[in-house]
């Protein structure tokens, strides 16, 4: 199985800061990555496909890049919708997801 | 709208059967896999497995293999999960997704999801 590791497990920022999100992959993925947010309660929605990849809808702040074992997920100024949960899920080979970043209030 | 319907929430006792459903419309439905994630409380996403609608091909996660079955009833567009005998870990969030190209792909469409507690 492809492990997925996301760092770090929790960030707290302010509103307007800069957010980096990291997620390894325990082998080559090529560019078979997603990036989803999740809110308390809610299904996850999808943010990025194929590592850099804006679905249609979401936000320009938001961005991807990477590829291979090394990702990341951008977010260019924090605003009060984004306080969230973040995954990142690997789909080259079957499907594995990261355990998740949690965004918090600083 | 392109949308997947999930039953609602469950409450069971340990030992008991129980059989959740995921409706999909606004797209054709035996044609995309439709995969099942579990949430527990307080945790992350874990991918259980995935069904194919039009042949119920069937591929299931190692950690769900014999624990759970997919099946699907295309003349109404539903997909279910099925457990035989549930016990107090079984209590989680269920959601079913679809995977926008084929087996392996990214979840463009999720349920709003069904919460399952299973306790004596």
């Known amino acids: 199985d492809i492990q997925m590791t996301q760092s770090p497990s929790t960030l707290s920022a302010s509103v307007g800061d800069r957010v980096t999100i990291t997620c390894r992959a325990s082998?080559?993925?090529?560019?078979?990555l997603a990036w989803y947010q999740q809110k308390p309660g809610k299904a996850p929605k999808l943010l990025i496909y194929k590592a850099s990849t804006l679905e249609t809808g979401v936000p320009s702040r938001f961005s991807g890049s990477g590829s291979g074992t090394e990702f990341t997920l951008t977010i260019s100024s924090l605003q009060p919708d984004d306080f969230a949960t973040y995954y990142c899920q690997q789909y080259d080979t079957f499907t594995t997801f990261g355990q998740g970043t949690k965004v918090e209030i600083k | 709208e392109v949308q997947l319907v999930q039953s609602g929430a469950e409450v069971k006792k340990p030992g008991e059967s129980l059989k959740i459903s995921c409706k999909g419309s606004g797209y054709t439905f035996t044609s995309y896999w439709i995969g099942w994630v579990r949430q527990m409380p307080g945790k992350g996403l874990e991918w259980m497995g995935i069904i194919y609608p039009g042949d119920s091909d069937t591929r299931y996660s190692p950690s769900f293999q014999g624990q759970v079955t997919f099946s699907a009833d295309k003349s109404i567009n539903t997909a279910y999960l099925q457990w035989s005998s549930l016990n107090a870990s079984d209590s989680a969030m269920y959601f079913c997704?679809?995977?926008?190209?084929?087996?392996?792909?990214?979840?463009?469409?999720w349920g709003q999801g069904t919460m399952v507690t299973v306790s004596s």
């Open positions: 997704a679809r995977p926008l190209g084929g087996i392996a792909a990214h979840l463009d469409i």
């Open positions: 082998q080559s993925v090529s560019s078979w």
